[in-house]
């Protein structure tokens, strides 16, 4: 049962263009949710996170759009670079819990 | 400040053994979580110890465990492999306090069971 999902398994973008990356979600009780970045061979790192108060975070090119009512999150680069080409997962967090419930993943790849 | 590391690198083993990796939390973090990441998919959390103690348990068979140590590096082991334990196993350790902090992942064990 996958509770977070990012339909999207690739995505190519110019560099100097806006990246977006989508997620949804299933579950009503996730409060918290993250963006990490992967790159090959690495852990995942930490990009960005939005609490479900907010609907938006900014940190520098990068910002994260929550819809609650949608179950949806976004995240923007921008402006694309080639160094951002990597896997990005998005992940959330259950209210009381630590543990975290990730994505399948979308690969970004910035065409210089 | 250190971050985390993980041992080994990578890992063949046969199916029925069994296997243990290892973990060095971040300097300063007293929590320690387990992923899975199979091929094409995201993490699934495995479980989580905090002092020493397991706090938390995904989906995954009891010849799953670990061990979280006073120095809060930490254990999983897996014994009786299969096939489908070939996976990259991530480690994240985290400060919990009142407030959710975020988890920082090791590079991870690629384990291939043949």
């Known amino acids: 049962d996958q509770q977070v999902k990012q339909n999207s398994p690739s995505l190519s973008v110019q560099e100097g263009r806006i990246s977006i990356l989508n997620c949804d979600y299933t579950?009503?009780?996730?409060?918290?949710f993250l963006w990490y970045k992967k790159y090959p061979a690495e852990g995942p790192t930490f990009l960005i996170s939005?609490?479900?108060?907010?609907d938006k975070n900014e940190d520098g090119r990068f910002t994260v759009f929550l819809n609650k009512s949608a179950k949806h999150l976004s995240l923007h680069i921008v402006p694309s670079q080639p160094g951002d080409s990597a896997v990005y997962f998005c992940?959330?967090?259950?209210?009381?819990?630590?543990?975290?419930?990730f994505g399948t993943g979308t690969r970004l790849t910035v065409i210089p | 400040e250190t971050g985390v590391t993980q041992s080994p690198t990578h890992l063949i083993k046969t199916r029925g053994q069994q296997v243990t990796l290892r973990c060095s939390s971040q300097?300063?973090?007293?929590?320690v979580s387990w992923y899975q990441q199979a091929l094409g998919q995201g993490p699934q959390f495995i479980f989580q110890?905090?002092?020493?103690?397991?706090?938390g348990r995904g989906n995954f068979p009891p010849r799953f465990s670990g061990l979280q140590f006073p120095n809060y590096s930490s254990e999983l082991n897996v014994n009786a492999l299969e096939l489908d334990d070939s996976a990259l196993y991530l480690c994240?350790?985290?400060?919990?306090?009142?407030?959710?902090?975020?988890?920082?992942f090791g590079p991870g064990t690629r384990l291939t069971v043949l």
């Open positions: 994240a350790s985290s400060l919990v306090t009142v407030y959710y902090n975020e988890q920082f």
């Open positions: 579950n009503s009780m996730f409060d918290y």
């Open positions: 939005i609490s479900s108060i907010k």
């Open positions: 992940a959330a967090r259950r209210t009381g819990a630590n543990n975290l419930f």
């Open positions: 300097s300063g973090h007293n929590t």
């Open positions: 110890y905090y002092r020493e103690e397991e706090n």
